[in-house]
């Protein structure tokens, strides 16, 4: 088990590393695919889309969602 201490040193570092680099590598190397399209593909076209379900389910909870908080405040 990684430290704590190590794993706040590193975190930024290993966020980009398997968010960006490890989506972007796999697919140019095991799939044949061009570094351009691995690029969009695994990390932007994923951003939008995962941006675009959280703003659904925002605006769901907005529309069809019940008030739970009165009005007046103490």
């Known amino acids: 088990m990684i430290s704590v201490s190590l794993r706040c040193r590193f975190y930024k570092p290993l966020?980009?590393?398997?968010?960006?680099v490890m989506p972007t590598v796999?697919?140019?190397?095991?799939?044949?695919?061009?570094?351009?399209n691995s690029y969009f593909i695994s990390c932007i076209l994923r951003y939008v889309v995962i941006l675009?379900?959280?703003w659904?389910?925002?605006?769901?909870?907005?529309?069809?969602?019940?008030?739970?908080k009165t009005?007046?405040?103490n």
Do not use: D, R
């Open 15 to 20: 966020v980009f590393t398997m968010c960006v």
């Open 26 to 36: 796999t697919p140019w190397l095991f799939w044949g695919e061009t570094m351009w």
């Open 52 to 54: 675009n379900c959280t």
């Open 56 to 68: 659904l389910v925002n605006s769901a909870a907005h529309m069809w969602g019940k008030e739970t």
């Open 71 to 73: 009005l007046i405040y």
